[in-house]
């Protein structure tokens, strides 16, 4: 129901194809992990209402397609998001070199409190690691961002992630530092729309 | 409408004529020569580039469209966005229209139709497991139900094997028809079947949209009035002509047997039947001319809907530009007009994209049950939303089932309404109806029925008005140096004197 959660934030999860971001959305919404996950054309989405110091908060996630040349089409979703999944695959080291453009679009297309998370997927192929733990920690400490690894297979880490970047959100909402009224926040708070008499400037017609 | 002939309905022919052998493996494309399609195009998901285009077939069409056009095709031969299911197999089955600028064969202002079959089929031999292609088949004629049944069995055949036999073989029986005509009733033999259809009685003509183009006045002022979009319309039907051409009446439609173009190819009440107390409304906006975007969940309801919109006013035939489906990786999307235009889109991400456009139509899953309390939404309260917030109250909660994303049922209008009407004569439908179908084209028939009538009793002062001995359009048209004004101060007065 729309009115058992207060607030709504946007994330949206980017990366190269292949890296599971899907996945790791499908893990989350439904606790599932699918075998064989067909590829993302366009965009997806996922809800999930989620409790965060006793308040309902519903994530609306926008899962994006990997494809490089839809980078200018992806450019657009980022508007708005008040987190940003940025995934790579811990076996595939070209997928955490293209990091560094990936972060590039995340933080010129998002607002200074966007939580960025970076997110290594696939820690049960760990035996066929191509990445470090300590070098991706250290990428994601000269950049400023929270760093796990996860397995959308096993299901690993993978609510805790979603869970950790909503709770920073959060803070920076309590803390002052994000407006959630504010539309580039890519956080709504779902009060207007329970008590929508408030925001009555234009009358409509209805019908 | 009820006719002896349904619109596109199927006999099985015996014996049939045998298809030809899938022996010979050289065989060489063939052309449609009687323009009932233009070609075929199997498109496919490629893991590294995205939507591509495999072949056309024939293959010669590739040098007929540009890149940019190929890549346009390419693009709405695939969902964009909503669901993706995890099935063994899934069929998509919609139709897109798309501009035929890049097309070097095409004249100005052309537009292609695009039938898609898209399917998802497990496969686990590949890469992530799914074989993700489409089957296009793009035509210039609007013969909807026709040319959906028609790709949908070639896309059956042809995914069997993937076989481009399939292909040649539909070519060549295809080419045995007749050449299609407006207004005429075809048997057309198909893969051992007979092929019942009815074309539609006018095909807008692309000299008449250049002709109503070459007046931009009368362009600009589609939008805020009624009348002048209607004064438009009759010159379109008079086509240049100063003459009486008398108004065909729906009653004498009926009794021909005649069918309007899009309008007898849908099911209104089908697709509508959420929005049943909006369709005056909409009949209003699609009249004037008014943006209006549809979104749906899935490219098949989305255009289906877009051309129910666009037949709403029928007899008159929409002047504007339509897009049964589009994507934002279309070459058009940044520059898509802010009137004259109704889209269908699958992609949420449009709702903020066209903020300027002051209506949108959302239909999600058919859920009759959900309707009646959807529907007396106050629409007021929406109209305040900031777009952040509009898209909130557009899209709705989890589904736990799958990642679908569902549209709460809703239409969102800032105009103002002129028209009030009822439906009347509809029949009540349940979920659990037995006799499902048959209440629903009786209701489609009742609203088509009605809609007609309206429109028609919209045209009716200007029908008179032109048939009249002592005024003809003649009356209102000044010779300037170079060309004929039409004066549509004097028609206003006209009329008003006539009729107010």
């Given amino acids: ?207 | 409408m009820s006719t002896p002939s349904s619109p596109c309905s199927t006999s099985p022919v015996t014996p049939c004529s045998p298809i030809s052998s899938n022996n010979s493996s050289f065989l060489e494309d063939v052309e449609c020569i009687n323009n009932w399609i233009d070609c075929f195009a199997i498109c496919s998901f490629d893991i590294e580039l995205g939507q591509k285009i495999d072949f056309f077939y024939p293959s010669t069409y590739s040098e007929r469209v540009d890149k940019i056009q190929q890549s346009n095709i390419a693009y709405l031969a695939f969902p964009d966005g909503g669901t993706q299911p995890t099935k063994n197999i899934t069929n998509f089955n919609y139709a897109f229209r798309l501009k035929d600028e890049h097309n070097v064969a095409a004249s100005e202002n052309e537009f292609v139709f695009g039938h898609v079959v898209y399917r998802q089929k497990k496969d686990s031999s590949v890469h992530r497991g799914y074989v993700m292609k489409s089957l296009v088949l793009l035509t210039r004629h609007p013969y909807i139900k026709l040319h959906r049944y028609l790709v949908q069995r070639i896309s059956d055949a042809y995914f069997i094997e993937e076989n481009i036999n399939v292909l040649h073989d539909v070519m060549t029986q295809i080419n045995k028809w007749p050449y299609p005509k407006t207004d005429f009733q075809f048997a057309l033999p198909f893969q051992g079947h007979r092929v019942s259809y009815r074309t539609p009685s006018y095909t807008p003509h692309p000299s008449i949209v250049r002709f109503l183009n070459s007046t931009p006045e009368a362009a600009n002022s589609i939008k805020t009035n009624i009348y002048k979009k209607s004064k438009v319309d009759i010159k379109k039907d008079v086509n240049g002509r100063v003459s009486s051409v008398a108004p065909v009446t729906p009653l004498k439609e009926r009794l021909l047997g005649r069918k309007y173009v899009l309008q007898h190819e849908l099911n209104f009440y089908r697709h509508f039947k959420s929005h049943l107390s909006h369709l005056h409304h909409m009949w209003e906006l699609v009249l004037s001319g008014e943006p209006i975007l549809v979104l749906s969940p899935t490219a098949g309801e989305c255009s289906s809907a877009v051309m129910a919109l666009v037949s709403l006013i029928a007899p008159i035939p929409y002047k504007g530009d339509y897009r049964p489906y589009f994507t934002v990786h279309n070459s058009e999307f940044r520059s898509l007009p802010n009137s004259n235009i109704i889209i269908g889109v699958t992609n949420p991400f449009f709702v903020k994209a066209l903020q300027s456009w002051d209506n949108v139509l959302a239909l999600g899953k058919s859920k009759p049950k959900k309707s009646p309390q959807l529907l007396s939404n106050p629409l007021e309260n929406l109209l305040a939303l900031s777009p952040s917030k509009l898209q909130q109250a557009l899209t709705s909660g989890p589904s736990r089932e799958s990642l679908t994303w569902e549209f709460k049922e809703c239409f969102i209008t800032k105009s103002k309404t002129i028209v009030k009407g009822t439906l009347e004569g509809l029949v009540d439908l349940n979920d659990d109806d037995k006799n499902r179908e048959g209440a629903e084209t009786l209701n489609n028939d009742q609203i088509k029925r009605h809609f007609e009538e309206l429109t028609e009793s919209f045209l009716l002062p200007l029908h008179m008005c032109f048939d009249s001995l002592v005024c003809s359009l003649k009356t209102f048209i000044v010779r300037s140096e170079h060309e004929k004004v039409f004066k549509k101060e004097r028609f206003y007065e006209y009329s008003k004197k006539k009729w107010l």
């Avoid at chain 1, 200018?72 to 595939?92: C, K, P």
């Avoid at chain 1, 560094?100 to 066929?128: C, F, V, Y």
Wanted: proline residues 2%; hydrophobic residues 35%; charged residues 20%.
């Fill in chain 1, 1 to 207: 129901m729309s009115g058992a959660h207060e607030y709504i934030f946007k994330y949206i999860i980017i990366g190269d194809m292949g890296v599971g971001k899907s996945c790791l959305l499908h893990q989350f919404t439904d606790q599932k992990f699918m075998t064989d996950c067909p590829h993302t054309i366009g965009v997806e989405f996922g809800t999930r209402v989620i409790e965060i110091a006793n308040k309902h908060i519903k994530l609306q996630i926008w899962d994006t397609a990997g494809q490089e040349r839809f980078r200018a089409v992806t450019r657009s979703y980022y508007r708005g998001a008040a987190g940003a999944l940025m995934v790579y695959d811990i076996t595939r080291r070209q997928t955490f070199h293209h990091l560094a453009s990936w972060l590039t679009d995340a933080r010129n297309l998002t607002n200074p409190h966007t939580i960025i998370m970076l997110i290594g997927n696939k820690l049960d192929l760990a035996e066929q690691r191509e990445v470090s733990f300590e070098e991706a920690s250290r990428f994601a400490q000269e950049n400023g961002l929270i760093y796990m690894e996860t397995s959308a297979k096993t299901g690993e880490n993978v609510e805790r992630s979603f869970i950790e970047t909503a709770t920073k959100i959060y803070q920076n909402i309590e803390s002052g530092v994000l407006d959630p009224n504010s539309v580039e926040s890519g956080i709504q708070v779902t009060t207007t729309l329970i008590e929508p008499a408030r925001e009555q400037q234009q009358s409509g017609c209805s019908c």
